[in-house]
């Protein structure tokens, strides 16, 4: 069963556009919710989580249960943003990390 | 290096060989992560150790798939009898999980594998 879904497979915005990434997810118990992000030619890394609930590089993520998602969105958009963007979910149990199929998103400058 | 380390970088294999592939995760990360990553798809979770312990391995498609942390550190992915549908980036991570709290992956650069 798909356990995270993006929607977008490509996103494109301009430079200084509010940008919105979509992640929906399925999961019955109470799952942590994380965004990665792979920059061109470097490895897959943490961009926020939803526990911590902070704003990293002007990204914030917030946790809709009732609508089961977790859009990152991001005010005004900068060019080093463009990227792959993964949403990613672990379960009760922490053992897995569910990944979504990513979306790429290029600011156009 | 401080980060976790993946080798090879690239493997070229012809159909029905055998491969291992190596993760040397972060010093004292005691869970460890293999995920398969085929094109235009995000990672796929294969097989989740603590420890040495395989505590997850659900993940694997088959018995020609397999893996091992002898020793709690390195871990070796193992795949028999190779298909050209094995073809993909296997990606290793570590966190530092106790417990129920799952710390954040660091992940590998992958271990890209082409089965002619």
């Known amino acids: 069963a798909q356990r995270v879904t993006q929607p977008e497979k490509l996103l494109s915005v301009f430079k200084g556009a509010p940008v919105e990434l979509k992640c929906n997810y399925s999961y019955s118990g109470s799952p942590e919710l994380f965004w990665y992000v792979q920059y061109s030619r470097q490895r897959l890394q943490l961009l926020l989580r939803h526990i911590s609930r902070e704003s990293i590089k002007g990204f914030t993520a917030d946790l809709n249960k009732g609508e089961t998602s977790f859009h990152l969105k991001k005010p005004f958009a900068q060019e080093e943003d463009s990227a792959m963007y993964y949403c990613?979910?672990?379960?009760?149990?922490?053992?897995?990390?569910?990944f979504g199929t990513g979306t790429s998103l290029t600011v156009i400058p | 290096g401080a980060g976790v380390s993946q080798t090879p970088s690239n493997k070229v294999t012809e159909k029905g060989k055998y491969v291992e592939l190596r993760c040397d995760p972060i010093s004292g990360h005691t869970a460890l992560y293999w995920y398969r990553q085929s094109l235009g798809q995000g990672p796929e979770f294969l097989i989740y150790f603590q420890g040495t312990g395989a505590a997850d391995d659900s993940g694997l498609p088959n018995d020609r798939f397999f893996a091992v942390r002898p020793e709690g550190s390195v871990s070796t992915l193992k795949i028999q009898r190779t298909e050209r549908g094995d073809s993909a980036v296997y990606l290793c991570?570590?966190?530092?999980?106790?417990?129920?709290?799952?710390?954040?992956?660091?992940f590998g650069e992958g271990s890209r594998l082409t089965v002619l």
């Open positions: 990613a979910l672990s379960g009760n149990t922490g053992n897995q990390f569910y």
């Open positions: 991570a570590s966190s530092l999980r106790t417990g129920a709290y799952t710390g954040e992956l660091f």
